[in-house]
């Protein structure tokens, strides 16, 4: 009752839900009102409404989040080793290629990723040449599975063959490890689908001089800390998905010195130093493997609704979550990259989104933190507000800010982080990405870049499944 | 939002270029209708972002965009950082300023007069444009009062002490006594400021040795404003120090005697009574000039105040 | 002489504003000093030569505006003060609310207005009564636009409602007025003491309308929904903002307006207004008089007869008029003089539903038989509500008339077809048309119909033939759209602008009776 009597003593602080006419009609008044423009939660979908109110408030579900964040923003990812992938990754044997994105039979596999698969069998030895590798897949020789599910990413085709040298990341607040092959550099490589002599011949030569020179160089030290290269790069102007240069550039400082404590001859060191300074990328292949180790420690939660794993295979877009399945994707059409073309290609070039490197995304950089990255906005073909823009909605989805990975231009905010799929649904924003595109025929390369969202299918059938396996204990 | 530079101090420009991108350069310290304010960290500044039509100064950017800038007043705060975002973009909030194309502009006086002549014709017009247009309510109304003019009002407790000032200085026209005009009166820049702008602006350009005088007790004098007056007030006379003004000043004392009507009527629009009053200093400044002319002569180079015939 | 000095702490205000308010302030009675000046040293010097350096005066910096005055009167010197505190602060005022960023979620919403206290709603039907619950969950009052929201979420949400204390104004609730602001569509009425709780969005405006033409004022309005009184709501609404008003302080008479309840729910608010210690008038149109009066309520069996009967019980010794003035008899004979034999009927078409109730009340206690779509007596229902029969009264905002299209409120246009037919059948008499002006309306109801009204009438005119156009403007002299403007172009056209819907159907009934002889 007195509540009625404390309106009619307070002013009157109005938001209105729908016609804005209403609202026009009240700043005649002077009264003070927000405008609040309604559309229909997660499409008008009665089902999905259902889902949403029964776990939008509920507090397991956000204490659960709350955990699977505080992993997110306390993992420590350091780069500790290089080896050849058999070795290292788990399940990983002579016959077994991991591919990006969710899983995928060869038959539906796109061009770039065929290429890439055919490449690396020539690469392995186990074909001379095209028709022979096809025929070895056709025969079931190969099995493919997605790096996600190996503890392993890969930018665009994300092939990784059992001989291809991967990165070593070892989180070392929570002890798990994640993989990464060497970044090929631009122009024509294997993840783009290329497979000639030249991308073979720089494959060998990784395996062979590269990544023993940086064995030795990491041997040397205690580890190189990339949470911290991550923070500071931020702070210079990359997102650390699409634009690496000051991270790589940091990286090459912390790592030349133990390089030249190494025995190795002075033109070793040139080319093997050479190849980190000329590819301004090469941070996306250390940046990717570090918000996997501390993406995969959050997996796992039981209630947890954040998002632990984003990718694409260049047919199909797959999200993980937390509270759900190990092997649990949820997977809908990949989107076309709206943006940016190179000189002579058009839309019709373009193959549909691809790769692992969204993984950055969904650890709250790369797109997140374009705020901060006003250079990349020329780059996708947009305005620096629109970036602004862009990284602040993203706190509307998620669960927290990372005070770790703060944005300059949004005041030193902590950057966005922990995508919510309920806020998703909730409020019909979707996770914003930058990335480039990949030419849809194998080999050819990149042919611009862009802004994509994941569809918004992954996160309904997510919601759904959740509520299917949580609505008895739901609070 | 976005706004776009018109024009801006040549100064800032430079300043600027030499600062780190990504950095947080400054911050707000007020908002008024048409002009912000913003405190630099790294250096003793005050930078202004103004609207068109308002007079450019030093340190000033001004932009084209005027119904942007209202809305941006609205949601801009006292103390919200400002940042380099790019060699030629400042960004505050959600506003990004860019004035890559903006206009150079320099406060400073170009010309040097081949003679430091002030004649009759020049007083005697400017005198009669303040009395018929001048606005009476900062120091205006006090030099009327001396000169024995009739007046509207009467004065008010400020323009009272202005008037003994007048007269004191015109008795004893020392550093001591151009202090005492410092923080006196009415308004955001008080017009005994807006006054002493004018003044030296006088002095200044025709190398008379109040301005020496000025100069070589910079330090003393700069720190004496600091502590006496308005932050804008005090980076106002601090240009001025630096030989920068605003360029409605500069445009009337370059023009000598071919001062035009419609270079006197833009300082009507300055402030309240800021541009009338700096225009006072002005009058006052070259009467002091004139009569040291026609005290002793200046065609042997040396000013009368240091000749027996100096008559006061 | 009294004295005061007021110190503002980083003030941001341009020299303009200070130079205009010092001068303001000086012109003021009583006003023998007064300084608004930075707080430079100089000028506390002055300040201090006068006797008004304090020591809040003496610590201020060069950043801080002083506001000294010195006045003869204690009271000269409060009233200043207040001046220079309005012209000061209103400016801050107007830059906070100046954010114009639209929302897109409500913790969006409330992050940029904290402490907002109501949500109005106006979504699709569906969708309605969960925004309802989030808002009221987050404890703001809600007004319902809305309709098409079922039965028991209405139920769900006035109790939800009710447990908290907060008000669920709806669904379809089309007009309340709260703390002196209209909200949707609602007038710019007057403020007063009297207090009014409707079941119906235009009969709370045209009571409100009313009370304000015969001098008076609302304190508050709260709107149920057209569906409160139903039996399986029970009136919970009417029953919150009955006990709330008889709480409040500024109202001292409450009116309760709606079309008659159903028998259990009746009885459940008459019992209540036995608790009520403030005079309370029952508008229940149609209504048990005998049971109201039992209860210790005034009834009223029409809008303008409860606002009458309101304002009575707020003033006594009011007179109100209730007969025909002689300028109106006399208009009458003269229409009746230019009707044809044939010319028998009255034809209205109305916007707003519960006018058509109400004229369709008045007509028939005048002794004619009446037709309508919004009819609740069997004998009364149109069959065919797109062929007008006898007199024929239609609530053109009726759900039938308006599939899929706005509400004549907001398009008037829809009615203009319909005029057009009415003014050219032979046995239309009288045509009646009501405008409701105000917030939510149209921006310029007559200026929709004029045009359909001034061919038709040139037309009737060609032909020798005369119908009487009577209309009634539900506004009040300050609603937006400019009462006066849209009355005189009827009036050019020679249609009669009545005070009051009672008037209109009573005029009407006047002109066509004498013509059944």
Same mark, same amino acid.
């Given at each position: 009752?007195?509540?009625?009597?404390?309106?009619?003593?307070?002013?009157?602080?109005?938001?209105?839900?729908?016609?804005s006419?209403?609202?026009?009609?009240l700043?005649?008044?002077?009264?003070?009102?927000?405008? *609040?423009?309604?559309?229909?939660p997660?499409?008008?979908?009665?089902?999905?409404?259902?889902?949403?109110?029964?776990?939008?408030?509920?507090?397991?579900?956000?204490?659960a989040?709350?955990?699977?964040?505080?992993?997110?923003?306390?993992?420590?990812?350091?780069?500790?080793?290089?080896?050849?992938?058999?070795?290292?990754?788990?399940?990983?044997?002579?016959?077994?290629?991991?591919?990006?994105?969710?899983?995928?039979?060869?038959?539906?596999?796109?061009g770039?990723?065929?290429?890439?698969?055919?490449?690396?069998?020539?690469?392995? +030895?186990?074909?001379?040449?095209?028709?022979?590798?096809?025929?070895?897949?056709?025969?079931?020789?190969?099995?493919?599975?997605?790096?996600?599910?190996?503890?392993?990413v890969?930018?665009?085709?994300?092939?990784?063959?059992?001989?291809?040298?991967?990165?070593?990341?070892?989180?070392?607040?929570?002890?798990?490890?994640a993989?990464?092959?060497?970044?090929?550099?631009?122009?024509?490589?294997?993840?783009?689908?290329a497979n000639?002599?030249?991308?073979?011949?720089?494959?060998?030569?990784?395996?062979?001089?590269?990544?023993?020179?940086?064995?030795?160089?990491?041997?040397?030290?205690?580890?190189?800390?990339?949470?911290s290269?991550?923070?500071q790069?931020l702070?210079?102007?990359?997102?650390?998905?699409?634009?690496?240069?000051?991270?790589?550039?940091?990286?090459?400082?912390?790592?030349?010195?133990?390089?030249?404590?190494t025995?190795?001859?002075?033109?070793?060191?040139?080319?093997?130093?050479?190849?980190?300074?000329?590819?301004?990328? *090469?941070?996306?292949?250390?940046?990717?493997?570090?918000?996997?180790?501390?993406?995969?420690?959050?997996?796992?939660?039981?209630?947890?609704?954040?998002?632990?794993?984003?990718?694409?295979?260049?047919?199909?877009? +797959?999200?993980?979550?937390?509270?759900?399945?190990?092997?649990e994707?949820?997977?809908?059409?990949?989107?076309? #990259?709206?943006?940016?073309?190179?000189p002579?290609?058009?839309?019709?070039?373009?193959?549909?989104?691809?790769?692992?490197?969204?993984?950055?995304?969904?650890?709250?950089? +790369?797109?997140?933190?374009?705020?901060?990255s006003?250079?990349?906005?020329?780059?996708?073909?947009?305005?620096?507000?629109?970036?602004?823009? *862009?990284?602040?909605?993203?706190?509307?989805?998620?669960?927290?800010?990372?005070?770790n990975?703060?944005?300059?231009?949004?005041?030193?905010r902590?950057?966005?982080f922990?995508?919510?799929?309920?806020?998703?649904?909730?409020?019909n924003?979707?996770? #914003?990405?930058n990335?480039?595109?990949?030419?849809?025929?194998?080999?050819?390369?990149?042919?611009?870049?862009?802004?994509?969202h994941p569809?918004?299918?992954?996160?309904?059938?997510?919601?759904?499944?959740?509520?299917?396996? *949580?609505?008895?204990?739901?609070? | 939002?976005?706004?776009?530079?018109?024009?801006?101090d040549?100064?800032? &420009?430079?300043?600027?270029?030499?600062?780190?991108?990504?950095?947080?350069?400054?911050?707000?310290?007020?908002?008024?209708?048409?002009?912000?304010?913003?405190?630099?960290?790294?250096?003793?500044?005050?930078?202004?972002?103004?609207?068109?039509?308002?007079?450019?100064?030093?340190?000033?950017? &001004?932009?084209?965009?005027?119904?942007?800038?209202?809305?941006?007043?609205?949601?801009? %705060?006292?103390?919200?950082?400002?940042?380099?975002?790019?060699? %030629?973009?400042?960004m505050?909030?959600?506003?990004?300023?860019?004035?890559?194309?903006?206009?150079?502009?320099?406060?400073?006086?170009?010309?040097?007069p081949?003679? %430091?002549?002030?004649?009759?014709?020049?007083?005697?017009?400017?005198?009669?444009?303040?009395?018929?247009?001048?606005?009476?309510?900062?120091?205006?109304?006090?030099?009327?009062?001396?000169? %024995?003019?009739?007046?509207?009002?009467?004065?008010?407790?400020?323009?009272d002490?202005?008037?003994?000032?007048?007269?004191?200085?015109?008795?004893?026209?020392?550093?001591?006594?151009? &202090?005492?005009f410092?923080?006196?009166?009415?308004?955001?820049?008080?017009?005994?400021?807006?006054?002493?702008?004018?003044?030296?602006?006088?002095?200044?350009?025709?190398?008379?040795s109040e301005?020496?005088?000025?100069?070589? @007790? &910079?330090?003393?004098?700069?720190?004496?404003?600091?502590?006496?007056?308005?932050?804008?007030?005090?980076?106002m006379?601090?240009?001025?120090? @630096?030989?920068?003004?605003?360029?409605?000043?500069?445009?009337?004392?370059?023009?000598?005697?071919?001062?035009?009507?419609?270079?006197?009527?833009?300082?009507?629009?300055?402030?309240?009574?800021?541009?009338?009053?700096?225009?006072?200093?002005?009058?006052?400044?070259?009467?002091?000039?004139?009569?040291?002319t026609?005290?002793?002569?200046?065609?042997?180079?040396?000013?009368?105040?240091?000749?027996?015939?100096?008559?006061? | 002489?009294?004295?005061?000095?007021?110190?503002?702490?980083?003030?941001?205000?341009?020299?303009?504003?200070?130079?205009?308010?010092s001068?303001?302030?000086l012109?003021?009675?009583?006003?023998?000093?007064?300084?608004?000046?930075?707080?430079?040293?100089?000028?506390?010097?002055?300040?201090?030569?006068? !006797?008004?350096?304090?020591?809040?005066?003496?610590?201020?910096?060069?950043?801080?505006?002083?506001?000294?005055?010195?006045?003869?009167t204690?009271?000269?010197?409060t009233?200043?003060?207040q001046?220079?505190?309005?012209?000061?602060?209103?400016?801050?005022?107007s830059?906070?609310?100046?954010?114009?960023?639209?929302?897109?979620?409500?913790?969006?919403?409330?992050?940029?207005?904290?402490?907002?206290?109501?949500?109005?709603?106006?979504?699709?039907?569906?969708?309605?009564?969960?925004?309802?619950?989030?808002?009221?969950?987050?404890? =703001?009052?809600?007004?319902?636009?809305?309709?098409?929201?079922?039965?028991?979420?209405?139920?769900?949400?006035? /109790?939800?409602?009710?447990?908290?204390?907060?008000?669920?104004?709806?669904?379809?609730?089309g007009?309340?007025?709260?703390?002196?602001? !209209?909200?949707?569509?609602?007038?710019?009425?007057?403020?007063?003491?009297?207090?009014?709780?409707?079941?119906?969005?235009? !009969?709370?405006?045209?009571?409100?309308?009313?009370?304000?033409?015969?001098?008076?004022?609302?304190s508050?309005?709260?709107?149920?929904?057209? $569906?409160?009184?139903?039996?399986?709501?029970?009136?919970?609404?009417?029953?919150?903002? =009955?006990?709330?008003?008889?709480?409040?302080?500024?109202?001292r008479?409450i009116?309760?307006i709606?079309?008659?309840?159903?028998?259990?729910?009746?009885?459940?608010?008459?019992?209540?207004?036995?608790n009520?210690?403030?005079?309370?008038?029952?508008?229940?149109?149609?209504?048990d008089k005998?049971?109201?009066?039992?209860?210790?309520?005034?009834?009223?069996?029409?809008?303008?007869?409860?606002?009458?009967?309101?304002?009575?019980?707020?003033?006594?010794?009011?007179?109100?008029? $209730?007969?025909?003035?002689?300028?109106?008899?006399?208009?009458?004979?003269?229409?009746?003089?230019?009707?044809?034999?044939?010319?028998?009927?009255?034809?209205? =078409?109305?916007?707003?539903?519960?006018?058509?109730s109400?004229?369709?009340?008045?007509?028939?206690?005048?002794?004619?038989?009446?037709?309508?779509?919004?009819?609740?007596?069997?004998? /009364?229902?149109?069959?065919?509500?797109?062929?007008?029969?006898?007199?024929?009264?239609?609530?053109?905002?009726?759900?039938?008339?308006t599939?899929?299209k706005?509400?004549?409120?907001?398009?008037?246009?829809? $009615?203009?077809?319909?005029?057009?037919?009415?003014?050219?059948?032979?046995?239309?008499?009288?045509?009646?048309?009501?405008?409701?002006?105000?917030?939510?309306?149209?921006?310029?109801p007559v200026?929709?119909?004029?045009?359909?009204?001034?061919?038709?009438?040139?037309?009737?005119?060609?032909?020798?033939?005369?119908?009487?156009?009577?209309?009634?403007?539900?506004?009040?002299?300050?609603?937006?759209q400019?009462?006066d403007?849209?009355?005189?172009?009827?009036?050019?056209?020679?249609?009669?602008?009545?005070?009051?819907?009672e008037?209109?159907?009573?005029?009407?009934?006047?002109?066509?009776?004498?013509?059944?002889?």
């Amino acid at each position: 009752m007195s509540n009625i009597q404390n309106l009619f003593t307070q002013p009157l602080k109005v938001i209105n839900i729908g016609t804005s006419t209403f609202k026009k009609d009240l700043d005649l008044q002077q009264t003070e009102a927000v405008q *609040y423009d309604w559309r229909p939660p997660a499409g008008g979908n009665i089902q999905l409404i259902e889902a949403l109110d029964m776990f939008i408030d509920s507090d397991l579900v956000q204490a659960a989040n709350e955990e699977a964040i505080k992993r997110i923003k306390d993992a420590h990812p350091f780069l500790i080793d290089i080896d050849q992938a058999k070795h290292v990754i788990p399940g990983m044997h002579e016959k077994k290629i991991l591919h990006s994105g969710p899983p995928i039979t060869w038959d539906k596999m796109c061009g770039p990723v065929r290429g890439a698969i055919i490449g690396a069998l020539m690469y392995e +030895g186990l074909a001379k040449d095209e028709s022979e590798a096809i025929a070895l897949i056709e025969g079931g020789e190969i099995e493919f599975g997605p790096a996600n599910e190996h503890q392993a990413v890969g930018p665009m085709a994300g092939i990784i063959s059992p001989s291809m040298p991967v990165h070593v990341i070892e989180n070392r607040t929570h002890g798990n490890r994640a993989y990464c092959t060497v970044n090929e550099g631009l122009g024509k490589v294997l993840r783009f689908g290329a497979n000639s002599k030249e991308v073979l011949d720089r494959l060998k030569w990784i395996e062979t001089t590269f990544a023993p020179a940086l064995k030795k160089a990491l041997a040397l030290s205690d580890g190189i800390d990339l949470k911290s290269i991550t923070s500071q790069a931020l702070h210079m102007g990359d997102e650390c998905h699409n634009r690496n240069k000051a991270s790589t550039s940091l990286f090459y400082r912390e790592i030349i010195d133990y390089f030249l404590q190494t025995d190795l001859t002075q033109g070793e060191l040139r080319d093997v130093v050479g190849f980190i300074k000329n590819n301004e990328h *090469y941070f996306l292949n250390l940046s990717m493997p570090a918000s996997k180790s501390a993406l995969d420690a959050a997996h796992g939660i039981p209630y947890s609704t954040v998002v632990t794993t984003m990718a694409r295979n260049g047919v199909e877009f +797959g999200i993980r979550v937390s509270g759900l399945g190990e092997k649990e994707w949820f997977t809908a059409p990949a989107n076309f #990259v709206k943006g940016l073309f190179f000189p002579g290609y058009t839309e019709d070039d373009a193959a549909p989104d691809l790769g692992d490197s969204t993984i950055t995304e969904t650890m709250g950089i +790369g797109g997140f933190a374009m705020g901060g990255s006003p250079a990349i906005v020329q780059f996708v073909g947009g305005d620096v507000e629109d970036a602004i823009s *862009y990284s602040e909605q993203m706190y509307e989805i998620t669960v927290g800010e990372n005070t770790n990975y703060s944005i300059p231009t949004l005041n030193f905010r902590g950057g966005a982080f922990g995508i919510d799929i309920r806020k998703v649904i909730e409020t019909n924003i979707l996770p #914003v990405i930058n990335t480039g595109m990949a030419h849809k025929e194998a080999g050819v390369g990149q042919v611009g870049a862009g802004i994509v969202h994941p569809p918004k299918a992954c996160f309904e059938q997510a919601l759904l499944r959740f509520k299917e396996t *949580y609505e008895e204990g739901a609070s | 939002m976005k706004l776009t530079g018109k024009q801006i101090d040549w100064g800032l &420009k430079r300043f600027l270029l030499g600062q780190n991108i990504g950095q947080m350069i400054g911050q707000v310290v007020s908002v008024y209708q048409r002009v912000i304010n913003i405190q630099l960290t790294e250096a003793d500044r005050y930078v202004t972002l103004a609207k068109s039509q308002v007079v450019q100064t030093p340190d000033m950017i &001004k932009i084209y965009e005027d119904d942007v800038f209202n809305d941006c007043v609205k949601h801009i %705060n006292p103390s919200s950082h400002v940042y380099l975002i790019g060699y %030629n973009t400042l960004m505050i909030e959600d506003v990004v300023i860019d004035f890559h194309h903006a206009e150079l502009w320099s406060g400073r006086f170009i010309r040097y007069p081949d003679h %430091n002549e002030v004649t009759e014709q020049m007083i005697k017009s400017l005198k009669t444009f303040l009395i018929r247009k001048g606005r009476t309510q900062g120091i205006l109304g006090s030099y009327l009062a001396v000169i %024995n003019q009739p007046l509207p009002d009467p004065l008010s407790l400020h323009q009272d002490a202005l008037k003994d000032r007048l007269m004191m200085f015109k008795q004893w026209p020392t550093l001591d006594v151009m &202090k005492q005009f410092v923080g006196l009166g009415i308004g955001l820049t008080p017009s005994g400021d807006d006054f002493l702008l004018g003044l030296f602006s006088v002095f200044y350009y025709y190398h008379s040795s109040e301005w020496q005088l000025i100069i070589e @007790y &910079k330090d003393d004098l700069l720190q004496y404003m600091k502590e006496r007056t308005t932050p804008v007030s005090y980076h106002m006379l601090k240009q001025m120090i @630096y030989s920068q003004t605003n360029d409605a000043l500069k445009t009337a004392i370059e023009s000598g005697s071919d001062m035009k009507l419609t270079d006197l009527e833009v300082f009507l629009h300055i402030g309240s009574t800021s541009g009338t009053d700096m225009l006072v200093g002005v009058l006052v400044g070259l009467e002091h000039m004139h009569r040291k002319t026609i005290q002793g002569g200046m065609s042997d180079g040396i000013e009368s105040d240091h000749r027996e015939e100096c008559l006061s | 002489m009294v004295s005061k000095v007021i110190i503002e702490k980083n003030a941001y205000h341009d020299s303009v504003t200070l130079m205009s308010l010092s001068g303001k302030v000086l012109s003021k009675e009583g006003v023998n000093e007064a300084v608004v000046s930075m707080a430079t040293a100089m000028n506390k010097e002055l300040l201090d030569n006068i !006797g008004l350096l304090t020591e809040e005066a003496k610590t201020a910096t060069e950043n801080d505006l002083i506001i000294a005055v010195k006045a003869e009167t204690e009271a000269a010197l409060t009233d200043t003060m207040q001046f220079i505190d309005d012209a000061l602060n209103k400016k801050k005022t107007s830059k906070k609310t100046g954010q114009e960023k639209t929302t897109e979620t409500l913790p969006q919403a409330l992050d940029q207005l904290p402490d907002a206290n109501l949500a109005i709603i106006s979504v699709p039907g569906e969708y309605a009564a969960r925004e309802a619950r989030l808002a009221l969950n987050k404890g =703001l009052h809600v007004m319902m636009f809305s309709d098409n929201v079922t039965i028991e979420d209405e139920r769900a949400l006035k /109790e939800l409602g009710r447990d908290k204390g907060l008000l669920v104004m709806g669904p379809d609730c089309g007009t309340a007025m709260l703390n002196q602001t !209209g909200l949707c569509f609602a007038n710019n009425v007057r403020q007063g003491g009297i207090g009014l709780v409707a079941a119906s969005g235009t !009969g709370l405006q045209e009571v409100a309308v009313q009370i304000d033409r015969l001098g008076y004022g609302v304190s508050q309005a709260i709107g149920t929904g057209g $569906r409160d009184l139903h039996k399986d709501i029970g009136g919970i609404m009417m029953l919150e903002g =009955l006990r709330a008003l008889n709480e409040d302080d500024e109202t001292r008479v409450i009116a309760l307006i709606s079309k008659p309840p159903a028998k259990d729910v009746q009885d459940k608010i008459l019992a209540e207004v036995k608790n009520i210690t403030k005079p309370v008038i029952v508008g229940f149109l149609d209504g048990d008089k005998e049971a109201v009066e039992a209860s210790g309520a005034t009834f009223a069996s029409t809008l303008i007869e409860t606002a009458r009967q309101a304002v009575l019980a707020l003033d006594p010794s009011v007179t109100i008029e $209730r007969e025909m003035g002689e300028t109106l008899t006399l208009f009458a004979e003269n229409e009746q003089a230019k009707l044809h034999g044939s010319q028998q009927y009255i034809r209205g =078409l109305f916007c707003g539903g519960t006018l058509t109730s109400e004229a369709l009340s008045i007509l028939r206690s005048e002794g004619l038989a009446v037709k309508s779509n919004v009819a609740k007596r069997p004998e /009364e229902k149109l069959d065919d509500i797109h062929a007008s029969t006898g007199h024929t009264l239609l609530d053109m905002g009726d759900d039938d008339f308006t599939k899929g299209k706005p509400h004549p409120m907001i398009e008037p246009s829809l $009615r203009n077809e319909r005029i057009r037919e009415e003014l050219l059948n032979q046995e239309t008499a009288v045509l009646l048309l009501d405008f409701e002006l105000g917030y939510g309306a149209h921006d310029d109801p007559v200026g929709e119909s004029i045009g359909v009204l001034r061919e038709t009438l040139e037309e009737l005119n060609q032909q020798g033939r005369h119908v009487t156009v009577i209309s009634y403007m539900c506004a009040t002299k300050n609603d937006k759209q400019g009462y006066d403007n849209q009355v005189d172009r009827l009036s050019a056209l020679g249609v009669y602008v009545a005070s009051s819907n009672e008037e209109m159907s009573q005029l009407a009934a006047m002109i066509t009776k004498k013509e059944v002889k």
